[in-house]
């Protein structure tokens, strides 16, 4: 996968329903442009994503799972596979903070997710990212190391570079445990940095290069030029301002013209 779009996904999260979700992509798609250096990737709820698949023009926008199970059928009641979205989403959300700890998705969830994306031909988003206590004790980089090892575990190092990683610190996602207090640019180029070097331990520099890794943490259109601007970093994983179509347009917009700055100028906030 290339890295040169920059990538920038909005995660509804549970909000809109299949009418408003409807109304709400007409009112997207007359707002942002098809831009050849960025890639608009929307992730609406499991309900929606099958009337979207028929109303997106996907020159404009890519959809997203924000979930799914790792098995491909059977009797698991409730469930949606990736196989059952094969073909409706191009990105899956794969453990996704609120997945880790409202829903307890362990390790060994996250890396079956990981395979099933894959296997079906879905790219998947692994999100990774440190709590408040883990930060305030000092675990930031254990933590990462440990959520990429046990997400990629048994991914070849040809499927790698299929995968996005984002970065999302728990601390500051708006609906996070730290109550969305924003994460700095250089702290982020940081834990960008430590990524990329665990992906050239475990599979080789090539792959730590190719790799798209995605911050996402309460970016707003003020801010986003100073996320995108970090090295190392591909494109958001926006939430609630992705929402917010206005907002959402204006950081895609940042994408566009952030592409062209060089990937080395880290921005202030
Ligand atoms: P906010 O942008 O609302 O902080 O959410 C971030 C997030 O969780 C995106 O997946």
Same mark, same amino acid.
């Given at each position: 996968?290339?890295?040169?779009?920059?990538? +920038?996904?909005?995660?509804?999260?549970?909000?809109?329903?299949? /009418?408003?979700?409807?109304?709400?992509?007409?009112?997207?798609?007359?707002?942002?442009?098809?831009?050849?250096?960025?890639?608009v990737v929307?992730?609406?709820?499991?309900?929606?994503?099958?009337?979207?698949?028929?109303?997106?023009?996907y020159?404009?926008?890519?959809?997203?799972?924000?979930?799914?199970?790792?098995?491909?059928?059977?009797?698991?009641?409730?469930?949606?596979?990736?196989?059952?979205?094969?073909?409706? @989403?191009?990105?899956?959300?794969?453990? /996704?903070?609120?997945r880790? #700890? @409202?829903?307890?998705? $362990?390790?060994?969830?996250?890396?079956?997710?990981?395979?099933?994306?894959?296997?079906?031909?879905?790219?998947?988003?692994?999100? @990774?990212?440190?709590?408040?206590?883990?930060?305030?004790?000092?675990?930031?980089?254990?933590? +990462? /190391?440990d959520?990429?090892?046990?997400?990629?575990?048994?991914?070849? $190092?040809?499927?790698?570079?299929?995968?996005?990683?984002?970065?999302?610190?728990?601390?500051?996602?708006?609906?996070?445990?730290?109550?969305? #207090?924003?994460?700095?640019?250089?702290? @982020?180029?940081?834990?960008?940095?430590?990524i990329?070097?665990?992906?050239? /331990?475990?599979?080789?520099?090539?792959?730590?290069?190719?790799?798209?890794?995605?911050?996402?943490?309460?970016?707003?259109?003020?801010?986003?030029?100073?996320?995108?601007?970090?090295?190392?970093?591909?494109?958001?994983?926006?939430?609630?301002?992705?929402?917010?179509?206005?907002?959402?347009?204006?950081?895609?917009?940042?994408?566009?013209?952030? $592409?062209?700055?060089?990937?080395?100028?880290?921005?202030?906030?």
């Amino acid at each position: 996968m290339a890295r040169d779009k920059t990538l +920038i996904v909005g995660n509804w999260k549970m909000n809109l329903n299949m /009418h408003e979700a409807s109304l709400y992509v007409h009112q997207l798609a007359k707002l942002v442009k098809n831009r050849r250096d960025v890639e608009v990737v929307l992730a609406p709820t499991a309900l929606t994503l099958q009337s979207l698949s028929l109303q997106v023009n996907y020159r404009q926008f890519k959809l997203a799972a924000q979930n799914f199970y790792w098995r491909d059928q059977g009797a698991y009641t409730g469930e949606i596979s990736a196989s059952q979205l094969r073909g409706v @989403v191009q990105y899956a959300l794969v453990g /996704h903070s609120e997945r880790r #700890h @409202v829903f307890h998705e $362990s390790d060994k969830d996250i890396r079956a997710k990981v395979q099933a994306a894959i296997r079906n031909q879905i790219c998947p988003i692994l999100c @990774v990212g440190e709590t408040a206590s883990e930060r305030a004790d000092g675990e930031t980089l254990d933590v +990462i /190391h440990d959520q990429l090892i046990g997400g990629l575990a048994n991914v070849t $190092s040809e499927e790698v570079e299929q995968i996005v990683i984002a970065y999302e610190p728990v601390w500051a996602i708006s609906s996070g445990d730290g109550n969305g #207090h924003n994460a700095l640019p250089s702290d @982020v180029k940081k834990v960008v940095a430590i990524i990329r070097n665990q992906i050239k /331990h475990l599979y080789g520099s090539v792959a730590a290069n190719n790799i798209r890794v995605l911050y996402g943490a309460s970016v707003r259109a003020d801010d986003a030029a100073a996320y995108l601007a970090i090295e190392g970093i591909d494109g958001l994983l926006v939430g609630g301002v992705s929402l917010d179509a206005y907002g959402f347009n204006e950081i895609v917009k940042k994408a566009h013209k952030g $592409s062209s700055l060089a990937k080395n100028t880290e921005g202030g906030i």
